[in-house]
């Protein structure tokens, strides 16, 4: 492989430069709408996901509540702990 002395990138057989052009860069098929049938699933899917989200934040700000938490003292844990050594 030739060495192109004017940067860095020549080793590698690529350049930062972007090339832009007017092709897009992936293919998206046209999408399938659904039916009216399957309308109403959506309206049972959205509040069980809505619900499902709730508690999720909800456990979320428990685990934080408890991870705030003051820490125990090492004099308490130690006068627990040392009548049983």
Do not use: C, E
């Not at 060495?3 to 690529?14: A, K, L, Q, T």
């Not at 052009?21 to 109403?40: E, K, N, Q, S, W």
């Amino acid at each position: 492989m030739r060495h192109d002395s004017s940067n860095h990138f020549g080793w590698f057989g690529w350049h930062p430069t972007p090339r832009l052009t007017d092709l897009p860069d992936f293919h998206v098929g046209t999408l399938a709408y659904t039916g009216a049938a399957i309308r109403p699933l959506y309206f049972v899917f959205g509040p069980v996901a809505g619900l499902v989200a709730i508690a999720y934040n909800r456990t979320l700000l428990a685990t934080i509540a408890v991870a705030d938490r003051p820490k125990p003292r090492i004099p308490i844990l130690s006068g627990v702990a040392a009548p049983t050594v």
